[in-house]
């Protein structure tokens, strides 16, 4: 089930706070009982789901849910490579870490930690499109519509071998049919 508790949260604490679009934000989080997995650790899955968390959070200083309501876009997920590197284990708190690292034509890039203390437990980089009725809305144009003059940094190296890695990947994928 989707948190929605913990969503409206994300929002409601929020409001009020903007900063630009490239800011890092820090959320802080605990790992509840629902959220465990059989092997006594934060589920791989509602890690994901707990990024989104701190992406709405982003979204809401930044301006960005504001623009997609008034201009009656939307936002998906359009790629992401995740690390899973420390254990985080029932009602241990974390710092999740969120920023924007730029954008190009079509997606926004941006990247998620999960922190306990000095040690990062989890990486995420995410791609996401703005979205409308015809379309792909351009990042530029959406960052223009927020408020923000500027032109996307560039990309870390790394990830543009994503990118460049990702587009290389076959689609729709080459997998046998099963019996």
Excluded at 11 to 34: E, N, V
Excluded at 38 to 65: H, S, Y
Aim: include cysteine; proline fraction near 6%.
């Amino acid at each position: 089930m989707y948190p929605i508790i913990r969503m409206g949260k994300a929002i409601l604490s929020s409001r009020g706070q903007r900063i630009d679009i490239l800011d890092p934000i820090s959320t802080f989080h605990r790992a509840w009982p629902w959220d465990i997995d059989p092997w006594k650790d934060l589920n791989n899955g509602r890690i994901v789901t707990l990024f989104d968390l701190g992406r709405i959070a982003l979204a809401q200083q930044t301006g960005l849910n504001a623009c997609l309501i008034r201009n009656r876009w939307g936002i998906v997920v359009a790629g992401n490579t995740t690390r899973y590197r420390k254990r985080i284990t029932m009602m241990q708190s974390f710092e999740m870490r969120t920023r924007c690292l730029g954008w190009d034509a079509r997606f926004f890039y941006m990247e998620q930690a999960m922190w306990r203390g000095e040690d990062c437990c989890n990486h995420i980089l995410i791609r996401g499109a703005v979205t409308s009725k015809a379309g792909i809305v351009a990042p530029q144009r959406v960052v223009e519509d927020m408020g923000h003059r500027t032109e996307s940094p560039a990309l870390p190296d790394w990830v543009q071998g994503w990118i460049a890695a990702d587009h290389a990947r076959p689609w729709p994928p080459e997998m046998p049919a099963t019996r």
